[in-house]
């Protein structure tokens, strides 16, 4: 079944990718530089910031789910924008799971950075950005741990995408919604291939980002 | 660390015992209609008080809790879809079967009613959806006791409803939730009447055709046979399959829903 790349299943499978694909591109693009920042910079109510982040990590997904959908909903404040069961949807729901936990795993990470390697680069007469750029740069790692545990959360999630996707044939049926799907109809066999899938594609994207560290770090 | 491992196992091991103490259990394996309409939270508490047996109520689809039953992982079926039950009893699956309540379907949809399909009968209504530009229509599929009998229905005007001119979208939730995306969708559906009574009020769909003979759904309850699959819960199984359908629980089924909504969920066979 999963050899013969069968049309749905492949449309399945792209949906995923690119549903969680372009939402933690988003929050990597939100999330490091904010990370970073909050691991640095010193400034009133940066402890709560940090709580609220640390706080989100945890969030569990049907809650985010719940909030998104009442958002969405046509008696809620964006219902006219008619993203409700869309993947654009989705994707916010799934940039709102990612976001904290690329926020959370950069801060910490930044902040583990050796206190000596950052004064050396002052040291040198960097400028703000030119700093800010070679600490990244130096935690590499950090990135991409970020990357793989806030993909990894997303691809796997079911709740709030069957809230707010609404797991339509075609146009929201991503691999955790169509397992459940298939569980449900027991049609165990194509629920278990649809699970191999997914395992594969952690297994892969695991294996670059351990390649990638282990490349840096020898 | 052999200390902790051998406390883990003696955990391990004592775990089934906190799960079954003193109270026996079985698996009523239904139809998320079913667990929708509320009627399970109203009976089931009654049998388990009176018997002192815990039912784990599993809702899925006709289709699954079906297959669960083929399978030996449920001890009763409760499930709408006569074909498909048929068949079941006559692999031998089931022991015994009766039929105890019947409701109907009805399509709803929105009030705009783009495909002018109001107050007509049912497949002349269905047609009028699958030839408008303008229609959605949300499906089930998800092989439910409703999605089999919404193809069944397309089958009977030789409709293919993909290949129709309206959108079909496919759902593959339960009904609950089908109609949540109906009404947020501004799409026309099939539902179980039950399902509707109970959600209506929250929902922005109103009830386009009804009435046909062929829309009547039929409940019943199937007991798994305990000699294909001597591990269920076999004592259980067969003093739920009695109380339900005792006269005094078929009445009590009847009644559901009638003072809340005004009319009555499920109807009962006149003997």
């Known amino acids: 079944m999963i050899l013969s790349l069968d049309p749905e299943l492949m449309q399945v499978l792209l949906l995923s990718l690119e549903v969680s694909g372009l939402a933690i591109c988003i929050a990597v693009v939100l999330g490091i530089p904010s990370g970073v920042f909050l691991g640095l910079r010193r400034f009133p109510g940066r402890n709560l910031l940090i709580t609220l982040v640390n706080t989100g990590m945890g969030l569990p997904p049907v809650v985010v789910g719940l909030v998104v959908f009442l958002f969405l909903a046509r008696s809620g404040p964006f219902g006219n924008l008619n993203l409700l069961y869309t993947p654009s949807a989705m994707i916010i729901a799934q940039i709102i799971i990612a976001l904290p936990i690329v926020m959370g795993v950069t801060m910490a990470g930044i902040q583990n950075l050796d206190e000596k390697l950052r004064l050396q680069i002052l040291a040198l007469g960097a400028s703000k950005l030119q700093y800010f750029w070679k600490l990244i740069e130096e935690g590499r790692l950090i990135v991409l741990s970020a990357l793989a545990a806030g993909f990894g959360s997303i691809i796997s999630e079911v709740g709030a995408v069957m809230m707010v996707g609404g797991n339509i044939k075609g146009q929201t049926r991503v691999l955790t919604t169509a397992i459940v799907l298939e569980t449900r109809q027991g049609n165990y066999s194509l629920a278990i291939a649809l699970g191999i899938i997914l395992f594969l594609i952690a297994l892969l994207l695991n294996l670059v980002f351990t390649f990638l560290q282990q490349r840096r770090s020898s | ?271």
């Open chain 2, 1 to 271: 660390m052999k200390k902790i491992f051998s406390l883990l196992t003696i955990f391990v091991f004592l775990l089934p015992l906190l799960s079954c103490s003193g109270q026996s259990t079985m698996i009523l394996a239904t139809t998320t209609s079913v667990q929708d309409s509320g009627l399970l939270d109203y009976l089931i508490p009654k049998f388990e008080d009176q018997y002192n047996v815990k039912v784990k109520v599993i809702a899925a689809g006709t289709g699954e809790a079906i297959a669960m039953g083929q399978r030996g992982n449920a001890d009763v079926l409760l499930v709408h879809n006569k074909a498909k039950e048929m068949e079941f009893m006559n692999a031998g699956y089931g022991s015994k079967r009766q039929e105890i309540c019947y409701n109907d379907f009805l399509l709803v949809g929105p009030s705009s009613d783009p495909a002018k399909a109001k107050d007509l009968d049912i497949y002349e209504a269905l047609k009028k959806i699958a030839y408008s530009k303008e229609a959605i229509f949300a499906s089930r599929g998800d092989q439910s006791g409703t999605h089999l009998k919404e193809l069944a229905l397309w089958k009977n005007i030789s409709l293919t409803p993909t290949s129709a001119e309206m959108s079909y979208l496919s759902t593959g939730q339960g009904m609950g939730e089908t109609l949540r995306i109906a009404s947020e969708k501004g799409a026309y559906t099939l539902t179980d009447r039950s399902t509707w009574l109970a959600q209506k009020g929250t929902l922005n769909l109103e009830v386009i055709s009804q009435g046909n003979k062929d829309l009547l759904n039929v409940y019943s309850v199937i007991l798994i046979n305990a000699q294909k699959f001597p591990q269920i819960h076999s004592k259980e199984a067969q003093l739920f399959f009695s109380w339900i359908t005792s006269p005094d629980v078929l009445k009590l089924i009847g009644d559901f829903g009638k003072d809340k909504y005004g009319e009555p969920f499920f109807h009962l066979f006149t003997p």
